[in-house]
């Protein structure tokens, strides 16, 4: 048995069938939804998520299709700088981050899959450490199932039993625009517990979004709640509200899991949101799944060993987590003055330093899946 069947469709899902093929292994996509919806957000990917595109085969087709992250920083809700970046010196030492519209990096990896390998319309009920699933078409074993199927996982349950997803305390909201003018630059601004930011994608349209403090399922007010949230905050913000359609602002609470006690049960590992779903703090939740499906590639072409897996990915992506989470709670501040304290110890910040304590996550590389000590 060589069938390796994985569960979710998602950016972790296809990239897993991909890094499986090259492990000379047969992956099986079962994606719950008939026909997935274009969603209208765009990505950034990082350094790290770039060279596992690379090794996934796909990387000079995203960047084809995909705007260089020249970024402005942080600022605050007047436009004053509070933290700037120094895009050159990241490029030359962690290499060039882009932003790709999400739609745009999943038709390429579908694309990228032999016929057949995604099935559609099929949800997964239960799996079991065996390597056996339940779906709505019937029960099925596999040599490995890996659980790509988010937040609230179904096969995360055989792995980690029930796990409750927390809530980080803000919503958030995303759309894609095309504004009047052309904004080449990107960046993010803080207020006071509410967060506005912005990136270019390719065609000259702009993905925005936005955070702000709120009890879980608080009711949406949309477009407009979005205007009078962000009323009289420094351009280009303005602008592209008013250039937004209504129906295509999305909403979505934020959420991330607790650490869990391992990734692999027998037959099963987890990936992604599964395993470690993030607040989007730090831009890495789809750069670790795409990590997590070469790592996992790797070690099906070698000795199999999921031990290996669980060593190499559960430490890393749980600080990951920790450190996203972190971040959101100092972005969310609301009170004066811890905003100002916030705010003044940013500027204070040399560009080195950032540099320094993002290496960690940057640095990572392909080759680091296939020596992994136990």
Known sequence: ??????????????????????????????????????????????????????????????????????????????????????????????????????????????????????????????ADESGRVVTTAGERDAELVVGADGIRSVVRRAVAGEVEPRYAGYTAWRTVVAPPEPVTEFGESWGRGQRFGFAPLAGGRVYCFATANAPAGAPDGGLAELGERFAGWHAPIPM??????????????????????????????????????????????????????????????????????????????????????????????SARPLVALRNAAMRRTPASAQLGAMASMLDWTPEESATIAL
């Open 1 to 126: 048995m060589d069938e390796v069947l994985i569960v979710g469709g998602g950016i972790g899902g296809l990239a897993t069938a991909l890094a499986v093929l090259r492990a000379g292994k047969r992956p099986v996509v079962l994606e719950r939804v008939s026909e997935q919806a274009v969603v209208g957000s765009g990505l950034s990917l990082w350094p790290n998520a770039i060279r596992a595109l690379d090794a996934l085969g796909v990387g000079a087709e995203v960047r084809a299709r995909a705007v260089t992250d020249a970024s402005g920083g942080i600022r605050d809700s007047a436009g004053r700088l509070l933290l700037g970046v120094d895009a050159a010196a990241l490029q030359e030492r962690f290499g060039e981050p882009i932003v790709v519209h999400r739609a745009e990096l999943m038709a390429i990896l579908r694309g990228a899959l032999p016929d057949g390998v995604l099935r559609t319309g099929i949800r997964v009920t239960a």
């Open 240 to 333: 592209l509200l008013a250039a937004a359609d209504p129906a295509a602002v999305l909403r979505h609470d934020i959420y991330d899991l607790p650490a869990l006690p391992r990734f692999t049960a027998g037959r099963i590992a987890l990936i992604g949101d599964a395993a470690h779903a993030m607040t989007p703090d730090l831009g890495q939740g789809a750069c670790q799944a795409l990590e997590d499906a070469v790592t996992l590639g790797a070690i099906l072409a070698g000795d199999g060993d999921l031990r290996r897996y669980d060593a190499a990915r559960r430490p890393r992506t749980q600080r990951i987590v920790a450190r996203a989470r972190r971040m959101g709670r100092a972005g969310q501040l």
